[in-house]
């Protein structure tokens, strides 16, 4: 909010400390001033008034005070001496009728007769102008005027227009319409209050008025509305309406109900003296429930303990006398404190302790660490295997990436997913976050696809947050590598497995349902499952040339895909050290032409169940097909290693062994061995 | 005997010449079958001697014997000579070009968001901090009644809120996990929370619609502003590895009171004044204040036993000074042209 520097100072017989100085004081003791500019011989100070102060601080009357408790200066109110006209009688021109008290704590209304309705003076004029407000005539200038002043809304109503000669606060009629002042057309219902007159709305209340009564050239006689409007009826109002003012804005964040006659006593006085009016007698005053002040208990000793500072008595007094915060005991261990009812903010100590802090300036507080207990921190084992994660992928050659948690209807529909799996959100800000992500492929393709321009080929990993109904949150860890990589990206899982602690790791071929396979994002013969101790943690496989195309992606994506919950409660830090053979190990090859279709592993199985324990390990180097190979067969070839751990293993020991494995195998219809 | 005599002198001076003018070792071998092999010239000499009478047999074969073990060890310093020639012709030969690139392993890279996350919980944790973590998807109970915000109540719109369909709504801030933790864990506390928020606003180069933020939570008897003013400050200097001071304006929370603004020194100019600063020597870098009276009720705390701090802070902004980057939206962006720079 904008404040006249000379407004301010208006409030003061003394000088103010000079704009740039007065800015920084507020800065470090009150709110932030965030710009201070000339304007003409007057300067702008643009405060970021904090929320729980705008009660009573949307005003410059507000900020004079904090000035004053800042500073010590001398804070003086402006004069609201109204001579009222003993002939005329308030209440004989308008009755008010308050109908939802809760909504509307406090109603007051004042009468102004024979006013001259005309420009402003200058001097009211240029600080509107200052304030941002445009000039319009002198009584809703004067009405405007005095809520900057004292940060009260006001409105005026000719009296004339009102009829029935009747205000009535109540909540609208459904198919109530309403056109404000700005000739703009709103459309009422039961959540919003209104200012109505016998028959209709004129008012928005604590909004905006209504077109109907406006103050005119013609208005003799003015009705002059100073209310308290529930701030949670007026928050409402205004977003249905979609409409928010000055006055809206002040009621919002609530007001004091002792502020209305103060703020209406002070418009009468100004519309008296400018717009030559005559003031009637006695204010209309709606007001069932008066608004206390508080009483608030400062421990001094708890003051000293949470600021971290001894601060004297003394000085705590004159702070409070500064902020107008009345001591009405005091003892040595404590102070019982009178607050304003302005203060919406202060009701408990430590309300008053800010206060002090503030005053006294948190400048003044010495850095100092705490003596507390040495508790160790407690390790927090999740984050400990995401790293470990990150960390072995890395080393692998993966880049890390981080991705919005959302995806769309496109992303949704191209990755199988129902409506009915998918969290949906409420107020989406594009049709691109529609959902939140169910998975992390989506966005990680198209990663790929934004980088392949530059680089030909890509290894990408996320690890982050998945979200499906009903309201699971889980952790899943995806990589993406290009290129025809089924058995990098299988490696890679196996590596990274078994770096965290994690052996019997198998997997699945995939049997999809006939629905499944429709929206199936994988590669119907290049995918797998991804099981440890028969449970399936995650799948491995390459996308379907239908995805990569929707996303025009030329080539191949080869992609795993691990529920990192899973993973992280099964991976394990315990290793232990193998003791290294001294007996040296040997090395003999078999190469065996098989039919395509038979798996390696079924080759694994044979060998090693004829095999037996010596046979420590067997490496498949080399799988071929094609060229000086039969059709509808492969090639594979093993290297075999003989050792055992107590021995030195004879050649004709191995070679008997060997010779056992090879006869095994060439009893397989169609497996012949390459000699 | 004479002639034998003189035959070694000769023998020797033109072994020693030819053994010199050796140009690699396979003409040195030659040298040497010319002189000491089976058919040599000095092996001939001494195979004569047995023809000879003992005294000359001894006297001529102690000088040939001698000859003999000369030569050898002429032989054996010449045949070094010359392989040491031949190792540094072949260096010289396998010269190499050393401003030429290295050949990199491929490694892979971690996000600089992970980078700056293990280094501020390591600085945390050393300072007896445990991180915790919790939902994204949150309740409006813990993302704003149980902190201080009540319904329809102004505050509210300091956060801009992703709802969800079903009822819950998109954390606007790490500060929720303060209560489920103190819901959970009885004080004395340290924690902090480096995790995903979200926000429901436009994206430019400092704003994202999800984001981190740092949080952090110290309850005990006594625990009070100056220490909060002590522990963040010392963060904040092993974080950026300089001399830091940190200065409190009023702020307002709900979830705290008295709550701060927090300054640090601005790290471009120490403190001068300069432009990255607005001239005024001090950059905000967050949100904090001792805990509210009613977070601590939420969280089924006495209010009456406990005190602390907590504070809030952009963790992409601090992570943005660290490496100097300009736009927020890189992180999320996905682009290995930026990614693999760190």
């Given at each position: 909010?904008?404040f006249?520097?000379?407004?301010?100072?208006s409030?003061?017989?003394k000088?103010?400390?000079?704009?740039?100085?007065l800015?920084?004081?507020?800065t470090?003791?009150?709110?932030?001033?965030s710009?201070?500019?000339?304007?003409?011989?007057?300067?702008?100070?643009?405060?970021d008034i904090l929320?729980?102060?705008?009660?009573?601080?949307?005003?410059?009357q507000?900020?004079?005070?904090?000035?004053?408790a800042?500073?010590?200066?001398i804070?003086?109110?402006?004069?609201?001496?109204?001579?009222?006209d003993?002939n005329?009688?308030?209440?004989?021109?308008?009755?008010?009728?308050?109908?939802?008290?809760v909504?509307?704590?406090?109603?007051?209304?004042g009468?102004?007769?024979?006013?001259?309705?005309?420009?402003?003076?200058?001097?009211?004029?240029?600080?509107?102008?200052v304030?941002?407000?445009?000039p319009?005539?002198?009584?809703?200038?004067?009405?405007?005027?005095?809520m900057?002043?004292?940060?009260?809304?006001l409105?005026?109503?000719?009296?004339q227009?009102?009829?029935?000669?009747k205000?009535i606060?109540?909540?609208?009629?459904?198919?109530?319409?309403?056109?404000?002042?700005?000739?703009?057309?709103?459309?009422?219902?039961?959540?919003?209050?209104?200012?109505?007159?016998?028959?209709?709305?004129?008012?928005?209340?604590?909004?905006?008025?209504g077109?109907i009564?406006?103050?005119?050239?013609?208005?003799?006689?003015?009705?002059?509305?100073?209310?308290?409007?529930?701030?949670?009826v007026?928050?409402?109002g205004?977003?249905?309406?979609?409409?928010?003012?000055?006055?809206?804005?002040?009621?919002?964040?609530?007001?004091?109900?002792?502020l209305?006659e103060?703020?209406?006593?002070?418009a009468a006085?100004?519309?008296?003296?400018?717009?030559k009016?005559k003031?009637?007698?006695?204010?209309i005053?709606?007001?069932?429930?008066?608004?206390l002040p508080?009483?608030?208990?400062?421990?001094?000793?708890?003051?000293?303990?949470?600021?971290?500072?001894k601060?004297?008595?003394?000085?705590?007094?004159?702070i409070?006398?500064?902020?107008?915060?009345?001591?009405?005991e005091a003892?040595?261990?404590?102070?019982?404190v009178?607050?304003?009812t302005?203060?919406?903010?202060i009701?408990?100590?430590?309300?008053?302790?800010?206060?002090?802090?503030?005053?006294?300036?948190?400048?003044k507080?010495?850095?100092?660490?705490?003596?507390?207990?040495l508790?160790?921190?407690?390790?927090?084992?999740?984050i400990?295997?995401?790293?470990m994660?990150k960390?072995?992928?890395?080393?692998?050659?993966?880049?890390?990436?981080?991705?919005?948690?959302?995806?769309g209807?496109?992303?949704a529909?191209?990755f199988?997913?129902?409506?009915?799996?998918?969290i949906?959100?409420?107020n989406?800000?594009?049709g691109?976050q529609?959902?939140?992500r169910?998975?992390?492929?989506?966005?990680?393709?198209?990663?790929?696809?934004?980088?392949?321009?530059?680089f030909?080929?890509?290894?990408?990993f996320?690890?982050?947050?998945?979200s499906?109904?009903?309201?699971?949150?889980?952790?899943a860890?995806?990589?993406?590598?290009t290129?025809?990589?089924?058995?990098?990206?299988?490696?890679m899982v196996?590596?990274?497995l078994?770096k965290?602690?994690i052996?019997?790791?198998w997997?699945d071929?995939?049997?999809?349902?006939?629905?499944?396979?429709?929206?199936?994002?994988?590669?119907?013969?290049?995918?797998?499952?991804?099981?440890i101790?028969?449970?399936?943690?995650?799948f491995?496989?390459?996308?379907?040339p239908?995805v990569?195309h929707?996303?025009?992606f030329?080539?191949?994506?080869?992609?795993?895909?691990i529920d990192?919950e899973?993973?992280s409660?099964?991976?394990?830090?315990e290793h232990?050290y193998?003791?290294?053979?001294?007996f040296?190990?040997?090395?003999?090859?078999?190469?065996?032409?098989?039919?395509r279709?038979i798996?390696?592993e079924?080759?694994?199985?044979?060998?090693?169940?004829?095999?037996?324990?010596?046979?420590?390990?067997i490496d498949?180097?080399?799988?071929?097909?094609?060229?000086e190979?039969?059709?509808g067969?492969?090639?594979?070839a093993?290297h075999?290693i003989y050792?055992?751990?107590?021995?030195?293993l004879s050649?004709?020991?191995?070679?008997?062994?060997?010779?056992?494995?090879?006869?095994a195998?060439?009893?397989?219809?169609?497996?012949?061995?390459?000699? | 005997?004479?002639?034998a005599k003189?035959?070694?002198?000769?023998?020797?001076?033109?072994?020693?010449?030819?053994?010199?003018?050796?140009k690699?070792l396979?003409e040195l071998?030659e040298?040497?079958?010319?002189?000491?092999?089976?058919?040599?010239q000095?092996?001939?000499?001494?195979?004569?001697?047995?023809?000879l009478?003992?005294?000359k047999?001894?006297?001529?074969?102690k000088?040939?014997?001698?000859?003999?073990n000369?030569?050898?060890?002429?032989?054996?310093?010449?045949?070094?000579?010359?392989?040491?020639?031949?190792?540094k012709?072949?260096?010289?030969?396998?010269?190499?070009?050393?401003?030429?690139?290295?050949?990199?392993?491929?490694?892979?890279h971690?996000?600089?968001l992970?980078?700056?996350k293990?280094?501020?919980?390591?600085?945390?944790?050393?300072m007896?901090?445990?991180?915790?973590?919790?939902?994204?998807?949150?309740?409006?109970?813990?993302n704003?009644d149980?902190?201080?915000?009540?319904?329809e109540?102004?505050?509210?719109?300091?956060?801009?809120?992703?709802?969800?369909k079903?009822?819950f709504?998109?954390?606007?801030?790490?500060?929720?996990v303060?209560?489920?933790?103190?819901?959970?864990?009885n004080?004395p506390?340290?924690?902090?929370?480096?995790?995903r928020?979200?926000?429901?606003e436009?994206?430019?180069?400092?704003h994202e619609?999800?984001?981190?933020?740092?949080?952090?939570?110290?309850?005990?008897k006594n625990?009070s502003?100056?220490?909060?003013?002590?522990?963040?400050?010392?963060?904040?200097?092993?974080f950026?590895?300089?001399v830091?001071?940190?200065?409190?304006?009023p702020?307002y929370?709900?979830f705290v009171?008295p709550g701060f603004?927090?300054?640090?020194?601005?790290?471009i100019c120490g403190?001068k004044?300069?432009?990255?600063?607005?001239?005024?020597?001090?950059?905000?870098?967050?949100?904090?204040?001792?805990?509210?009276?009613a977070v601590f009720?939420n969280?089924?705390?006495?209010?009456?036993?406990?005190q602390?701090?907590?504070?809030?802070?952009g963790f992409?902004?601090?992570?943005m000074?660290?490496?100097?980057?300009?736009d927020?939206?890189?992180?999320y962006?996905?682009d290995?042209?930026?990614l693999?720079?760190?």
């Open positions: 909010m904008v006249s520097y000379n407004w301010l100072q409030f003061f017989q000088k103010l400390p000079k704009p740039e100085k800015a920084e004081f507020l470090m003791k009150a709110f932030e001033v710009e201070v500019r000339k304007a003409g011989k007057d300067f702008v100070l643009d405060i929320p729980n102060r705008a009660g009573d601080c949307f005003s410059h507000g900020i004079a005070r904090e000035i004053a800042i500073t010590g200066l804070y003086r109110g402006s004069t609201s001496m109204v001579s009222e003993k005329l009688k308030a209440k004989d021109f308008v009755g008010v009728e308050v109908k939802n008290k909504a509307c704590p406090r109603y007051t209304a009468v102004v007769t024979d006013v001259k309705v005309g420009p402003s003076p200058k001097w009211i004029r240029e600080r509107l102008k304030c941002g407000l445009r319009i005539n002198n009584v809703v200038d004067i009405a405007n005027y005095v900057l002043e004292t940060g009260q809304p409105h005026a109503f000719d009296d227009k009102l009829e029935g000669e205000i606060v109540r909540f609208a009629k459904n198919r109530e319409k309403i056109v404000t002042l700005d000739e703009e057309k709103y459309d009422l219902n039961e959540n919003i209050l209104v200012i109505a007159d016998a028959k209709k709305p004129v008012a928005i209340a604590g909004i905006k008025g077109k009564p406006e103050i005119d050239k013609k208005t003799k006689i003015i009705v002059l509305e100073s209310a308290n409007f529930d701030s949670r007026v928050r409402r205004s977003q249905k309406l979609d409409l928010k003012t000055d006055a809206s804005w002040r009621f919002e964040h609530g007001l004091d109900p002792n209305t103060m703020a209406i006593n002070r006085y100004l519309i008296q003296k400018i717009a009016g003031v009637a007698k006695g204010l005053d709606f007001y069932p429930k008066k608004v508080k009483r608030v208990k400062l421990d001094l000793d708890y003051l000293e303990k949470l600021l971290g500072i601060i004297p008595v003394r000085e705590i007094k004159n409070f006398k500064r902020l107008d915060l009345q001591i009405i003892k040595p261990r404590y102070l019982l009178k607050v304003p302005r203060r919406l903010d009701s408990l100590p430590e309300d008053l302790i800010e206060e002090i802090g503030r005053i006294y300036g948190y400048q507080i010495k850095a100092a660490f705490p003596t507390a207990t508790i160790p921190p407690k390790r927090n084992i999740e400990f295997w995401g790293d994660t960390n072995i992928l890395k080393e692998a050659g993966f880049t890390e990436v981080y991705n919005y948690s959302f995806f209807e496109k992303e529909k191209l199988g997913y129902e409506k009915k799996d998918l949906e959100l409420e989406p800000l594009s691109e529609k959902y939140l169910a998975s992390l492929i989506p966005n990680l393709l198209k990663n790929i696809e934004k980088n392949f321009r530059y030909p080929e890509i290894k990408i996320e690890l982050g947050k998945t499906q109904k009903p309201n699971l949150e889980k952790r860890l995806t990589g993406v590598i290129g025809d990589a089924f058995y990098q990206a299988k490696g196996d590596l990274l078994n965290l602690g052996s019997n790791i997997y071929s995939w049997q999809p349902t006939p629905e499944q396979t429709k929206f199936s994002i994988w590669h119907p013969k290049k995918c797998a499952e991804i099981k101790d028969g449970e399936e943690v995650g491995l496989g390459e996308i379907s239908r990569l929707s996303l025009d030329q080539g191949k994506v080869v992609l795993f895909d990192f899973k993973l409660k099964i991976s394990s830090e232990e193998q003791p290294i053979s001294k040296p190990a040997a090395v003999r090859d078999i190469a065996i032409l098989v039919p279709q798996r390696v079924e080759v694994l199985n044979k060998i090693e169940a004829v095999g037996g324990r010596l046979i420590r390990d498949l180097f080399d799988i071929y097909e094609g060229e190979i039969p059709r067969k492969k090639n594979l093993f075999l050792q055992a751990e107590d021995r030195t050649s004709k020991e191995i070679d008997q062994i060997q010779n056992k494995i090879i006869l195998l060439e009893k397989e219809i169609g497996w012949e061995i390459r000699k | 005997m004479k002639i003189i035959d070694l002198k000769s023998l020797k001076k033109q072994a020693q010449k030819d053994i010199n003018l050796a690699d396979k071998n040298i040497f079958k010319k002189y000491l092999g089976k058919k040599g000095l092996t001939q000499v001494l195979r004569s001697l047995e023809k009478s003992k005294a047999r001894v006297k001529i074969g000088a040939a014997n001698q000859l003999k000369f030569l050898r060890i002429k032989f054996d310093q010449k045949a070094e000579a010359l392989k040491e020639k031949v190792r012709e072949i260096e010289e030969k396998e010269w190499i070009d050393i401003t030429a690139p290295g050949k990199k392993p491929a490694l892979g971690l996000h600089p992970t980078l700056v293990r280094k501020t919980e390591e600085i945390f944790q050393e007896g901090f445990s991180v915790v973590e919790g939902p994204e998807v949150e309740t409006e109970w813990y704003f149980a902190l201080n915000i009540p319904p109540h102004p505050a509210r719109d300091l956060w801009d809120t992703f709802y969800l079903n009822g709504l998109l954390r606007t801030h790490t500060t929720p303060d209560v489920r933790y103190m819901e959970k864990n004080p506390l340290r924690i902090i929370t480096i995790d928020c979200f926000r429901h436009a994206t430019d180069a400092s619609i999800n984001f981190y933020q740092l949080d952090g939570l110290m309850v005990g625990i502003v100056a220490n909060f003013k002590a522990t963040i400050q010392e963060f904040f200097q092993r950026f590895n300089k830091i001071e940190i200065r409190m304006r702020g929370f709900p009171e603004e927090v300054d640090m020194t601005c790290l403190g004044g300069c432009s990255a600063c607005q001239k005024t020597g001090w950059m905000e870098m967050m949100g904090a204040g001792m805990v509210h009276p009720k969280s089924g705390l006495n209010p009456r036993d406990w602390g701090w907590a504070f809030g802070m992409d902004r601090l992570t000074m660290k490496y100097k980057i300009n927020i939206r890189l992180f962006s996905g290995l042209r930026f693999q720079q760190f």
